[in-house]
């Protein structure tokens, strides 16, 4: 019976393009080792939120109403980074003047994390793309951008949750707007990590696409399971347990941006219903 199974999915591979797309996917993400990626790239955004986390409380720890409320109910209504925000401000509850440390501390700390952000991601590019080498880059530059691109998503994602919560029809909108303009930054990073010269900035659409249906899934996802799970890890581990509930949320969105990087390598590199193949790098 496996044995037909199996000789029946080598058919279809090559009577269907659909199928022949989702083999070479699983093959070119198996290849690369993208659930191991995804897990580096998961330490390196966890890296990344801590002195994020820590800089904002730093600059608006006189907002300390805003962030006294308990971590799980943050996270249902602003999301996992806002309950970190709350962990962190519990952590460093202190006076004015120290704040000025905190931010400092912080901002030096985001541009470390983010040039840690930016390898990853370009690590993570060159492989799916199957690139011998990547070109160089400006570690200040690189670690500004990418941390311009997260704090803009975050924003975005916090102007969502205060436009929401009103009519069906102006949360549809609402939510597409986020969407569309989640796409194109999102096509427009893909767009600056490494891949063959040439490519079209068209290849990345589906991989942008991908990542904002896993972003707007994973936001249902915090709200009917991450977020009651905060209360219960804070309750029996404490500050351990909660940074682990983190960790499992950011590694579903590292995963989800590995898979949309080879994504769009595995499109770009099938072959066309007519014309010529694109040369793969691999060879």
Known sequence: M??????????ERERRASVRIAYDFYERDRDFAGSL????????????????ALTLVGLFGSLAETLDRPPEELAHDSGLTAALAAMVAKAVETSARASFYLVIIGLFLLLWAGYGVVRALRLVSRLAWRMPSAGRMNPLLASLAVSGVLAAVLAMNRVMNLLLAGS???????????????????????????????TPWQVM???????TAGVLVTRLITIVYFAPRLETAGDLYGGLGM???????LYIVARILVAAIALNATLYFRPPPAGSKPSDPSG
């Open 2 to 11: 496996k044995e037909e199974g199996l000789h029946r999915l080598e058919v």
């Open 37 to 52: 990626l995804a897990g580096g790239l998961t330490v390196k955004l966890f890296l990344w939120f801590l002195p994020f």
């Open 168 to 198: 069906f029809a102006t949360d549809v909108v609402v939510i597409l707007l986020f969407a569309l303009a989640l796409a194109a930054l999102l096509t427009f990073v893909f767009d600056r990590l490494p891949h063959p010269p040439g």
């Open 205 to 211: 659409i589906p991989g942008a696409l991908l990542v």
């Open 243 to 249: 940074a682990a509930v983190f960790l499992a949320w």
